[in-house]
């Protein structure tokens, strides 16, 4: 599977694929992963690409990404040049990071939302396996009912 994530400094992207590598190697799937956020800072430009059981590097041209991850709406354009088909985006909106501050108490649940989303379009992992990486985390109840959250 080729993963891009698109996200904005301070909005968790990097912690996203970790979480995601993380799942992977506990499936025993080999991961390859880089980060661009050079001098990006808060606010700023993050991208992640990912390979997940292929490959030996984890570059990906545009066109090739089976899915992108997209943490803000603003990135959309840049996403879909990313993505063999359109329906690989999955997009983090507005309103849902509104219903995510408001439902928990904290838009860094959203992470969790997402990966919900995510879920539900690949076929790699399990639910369990996902939740089980969701209980190491400081607040895992909330995180898991997120994530659950984002697969209605």
């Known amino acids: 599977m080729k993963l891009s994530i698109l996200g904005v400094g301070g909005m968790g992207a990097i912690s996203l694929s970790k979480l995601i590598a993380q799942i992977a190697i506990d499936k025993n799937l080999p991961v390859k992963s880089t980060e661009i956020h050079g001098m990006a800072k808060k606010g700023g430009l993050v991208e992640i690409y990912m390979k997940i059981n292929e490959g030996v590097s984890p570059y990906i041209s545009q066109r090739e990404s089976d899915f992108c991850i997209i ?3 603003l990135y959309l354009d840049y996403g879909t040049v990313l993505v063999k088909e359109k329906h690989g985006l ?3 909106k507005k309103d849902e990071k509104e219903m995510i501050a408001s439902e928990f108490g904290d ?3 959203a992470n969790s939302f997402i990966l919900g989303k995510f879920f539900k379009k690949q076929e ?3 639910k369990k396996s996902i939740i089980d990486a969701l209980k190491a ?3 895992p109840k909330e995180n898991i009912k997120a994530f659950e959250r ?3």
């Open 71 to 73: 943490l803000d709406e």
């Open 90 to 92: 999955i997009v983090l």
């Open 107 to 109: 838009v860094r649940f």
């Open 124 to 126: 790699i992992f399990d």
């Open 137 to 139: 985390f400081k607040r």
């Open 150 to 152: 984002g697969l209605e």
